[in-house]
């Protein structure tokens, strides 16, 4: 079968870029010889998302180790990337029928995360962080390929009657939105999204679906900020790109002043950095009132620092850290904000964030590298479809 994989030896990491379409063997069950296939589903993708974590694998920026040990372990010399999609199942293990009813013909998105059911985090309801987990696509094998391998507990049931299917490909995203706006009860509140990329839109999206009253969209792109006030913002600032005026970890005060006097002077309820920037998060805890919220998902390696630290504690500002979706909570609110035709969540997410497929949904079995390159550098999501 056609897979996208990426097949680089270690010591090209630093020197190459891009994933390469390959042939690569059909995913197979066979109890008798691994009674563990039992558990398990074929599934062929329908659609598949190519999510911020798989273009950091693009550019090499991000989970060199965590993929290139997998496959070590493995002994294998690629690993099929992609973890957003939705699929028909066209194999289902014995135990995968009897215990959790699937089917061939089924339709289901996964949880990326494969958490192991028995740490004590899993135990206790938090499989969303489990001690032992795998990532699909990143640590085995993933979804951009023809057929895909995987856990049936990992599955979750999506009806395409409700949802139209290339949506239905991003609802692991989505859920990590979700997942945030959950983290605080934002009706009525005033909130303000540091970080206006795919997530940051997602999470407009649920804010405002969750009850928020007033939202602002704060980033450095234009075209971010545009795809912001036609999501329905209440206002949006654009962050200075003027090199000069760059000040390290420092606060913008001039995006805080402004955010605050949009607030009674006091700033925000609830302000969510979600674009892992050290100036961004100072920035959002200086923009958020005493009292007040802040949602941390944006993601950078290294070490941060945390300027004005002891005015967290002397103004009572909570921080909340998010990482991927509840297991599964966070499917469940997510698949019925997606059914809400008062919310029209997906209709957004397709008019607008998917610019209603023009140039963001791209034939699987034509996959360019050159091509794909510039369309994931130029929107903020992108789909392939499958035949």
């Not at 990992?154 to 945030?180: C, F, M, S, Y």
């Not at 607008?352 to 034509?366: E, M």
Request: charged share 25%; net charge negative; hydrophobic share 35%.
């Amino acid at each position: 079968m056609k897979a996208l994989v990426l097949d680089i030896p270690r010591d090209e990491w630093q020197t190459t870029t891009g994933m390469n379409l390959a042939d690569v063997p059909e995913p197979e069950l066979d109890e008798a010889r691994c009674p563990a296939d039992s558990n398990q589903c074929i599934i062929k993708p329908l659609y598949t998302g190519f999510c911020g974590s798989d273009k950091s694998i693009w550019f090499r920026h991000a989970f060199k180790e965590m993929l290139l040990d997998s496959r070590d372990r493995e002994d294998q010399a690629y690993r099929i990337c992609g973890h957003e999609f939705l699929g028909e199942i066209v194999e289902a293990g014995s135990y995968s029928q009897n215990h959790y009813g699937y089917k061939p013909g089924d339709i289901v998105s996964t949880e990326s995360h494969i958490f192991c059911g028995v740490c004590h985090q899993c135990k206790i309801g938090d499989a969303h962080v489990c001690s032992d987990h795998l990532i699909i696509g990143i640590s085995t094998d993933g979804c951009f390929a023809e057929q895909v391998k995987l856990p049936a507990k990992e599955l979750w049931r999506t009806d395409l009657d409700k949802i139209r299917p290339e949506v239905a490909a991003i609802q692991e995203p989505l859920g990590n939105a979700v997942h945030a706006c959950s983290r605080v009860d934002l009706r009525g509140k005033t909130v303000a999204v540091f970080g206006c990329g795919t997530i940051g839109l997602f999470t407009i999206l649920v804010a405002r679906a969750m009850g928020a009253s007033m939202i602002i969209g704060v980033d450095p792109g234009k075209s971010n900020l545009k795809m912001a006030e036609e999501l329905g913002v209440d206002a949006t600032l654009r962050v200075s790109t003027d090199p000069t005026k760059k000040s390290g970890a420092a606060p913008d005060n001039e995006i805080a002043d402004k955010i605050r006097k949009q607030c009674f002077g006091e700033g925000v309820d609830v302000a969510f950095e979600m674009s892992g920037s050290n100036q961004a998060l100072n920035t959002a805890i200086a923009s958020t009132r005493a009292g007040g919220d802040i949602i941390l998902f944006g993601l950078s390696s290294g070490d941060y620092t945390l300027t004005d630290f002891q005015n967290i504690i002397l103004f009572g500002k909570s921080m909340h850290s998010v990482v991927g979706r509840k297991v599964f909570q966070t499917w469940y609110i997510a698949s019925n904000l997606l059914m809400s035709r008062g919310h029209a969540l997906q209709d957004k997410i397709y008019d607008v964030i998917l610019n209603r497929g023009k140039d963001t949904v791209f034939p699987f079995k034509d996959f360019d590298k050159k091509n794909f390159e510039k369309a994931i550098t130029s929107h903020p999501k992108i789909v392939l479809k499958y035949d």
